[in-house]
């Protein structure tokens, strides 16, 4: 039996969750602006480099020696190193892509797990799960247009990250059952910072000006903050009961890219994405509700 939880902490937990969309929406939208002042490896340092000294500076001292300690520092290493290569393409991903049409086809994360999983896991899929994959992908493709004028080859990008995102969720839905969120937490900022230094000093340039510099912190920020939020809507009610308000990503992406680059989705951008949404939400769902599983959400 999943465990029961109080309305006004169920109420709590959503909030958290829109606030942690929100907060990755504008990570995004930031990501794409910064990205034509400063090399997009710079982008994903700042990114990891705040996460690491942030969740460090303040967990430590409350957690202690326990914050460090894990039964799988290999699994550690390679989950932070997955999300790391998939911060890097969504980065890039971002330069080509509007981000509300981005931050939709990230969302069929959840149908690309059930599909790698029936595929290399071997776990049964119902018939209903294999008609969401199908329309979730027919909203992807409606969403990209793969050869229009508009998109055209960087459609691959988010795709590429959208199946590298279905590994490391798989992979963190393993290291759960052993693993403490915060430490898993701690890991992925220090060894996305420690791997993004090695590349750093071949694409360092000066930084512009004092407000470029405030908004490659501000992504670190919303990053860290959003992830936290994120532990804090989960321990504060189910997962079946969050993941509806997961997909309000699209809608704050959508209005961050209309305020920021003042571009507004076409007719078949917008049918794509209702399909995405209608697909990927029943999907997640449905695994929430069967496995008591949390829904990690892609910042981007």
Request: net charge positive; proline share 6%.
């Amino acid at each position: 039996m999943p465990p029961r939880y109080a309305p006004a902490q169920a109420a709590l937990g959503i909030a958290f969750l829109v606030l942690a969309t929100a907060c990755f929406a504008v990570l995004d939208t930031t990501v794409k602006y910064v990205g034509a002042f400063v090399p997009v490896l710079m982008a994903v340092w700042f990114r990891y480099a705040f996460h690491a000294v942030l969740v460090t500076a303040v967990m430590l001292p409350l957690r202690g020696r326990s914050l460090v300690k894990t039964e799988h520092p290999r699994f550690q290493v390679l989950r932070g190193t997955l999300l790391l290569a998939i911060s890097a393409i969504s980065f890039l991903a971002l330069q080509y892509m509007p981000v509300g049409e981005f931050t939709a086809i990230v969302m069929i994360t959840p149908l690309v797990v059930t599909l790698l999983a029936a595929l290399f896991l071997g776990e049964r899929v119902p018939p209903l799960r294999w008609a969401l994959v199908c329309g979730g992908f027919a909203g992807a493709l409606l969403v990209v247009q793969p050869g229009g004028d508009v998109i055209g080859w960087a459609s691959l990008l988010p795709l590429v990250m959208v199946f590298t995102y279905a590994w490391f969720q798989i992979l963190t839905s393993k290291m759960a059952r052993t693993e403490d969120p915060m430490t898993m937490h701690f890991y992925t900022g220090w060894v996305g910072a420690l791997v993004a230094s090695l590349a750093l000093p071949f694409v360092w340039k000066a930084i512009p000006d004092v407000a470029t510099f405030a908004l490659l912190c501000l992504i670190g920020l919303m990053g860290t903050v959003g992830h936290f939020l994120l532990i804090l809507a989960f321990k504060r009610t189910q997962a079946s009961t969050l993941t509806p308000y997961l997909y309000g990503q699209i809608g704050f992406a959508m209005f961050c890219g209309w305020v920021v680059f003042g571009h507004v989705p076409g007719q078949l951008e917008l049918i794509g994405i209702a399909m995405i949404v209608l697909c990927g939400a029943t999907a997640s769902w449905l695994t929430a509700r069967d496995r008591r599983l949390p829904v990690e959400q892609p910042e981007a």
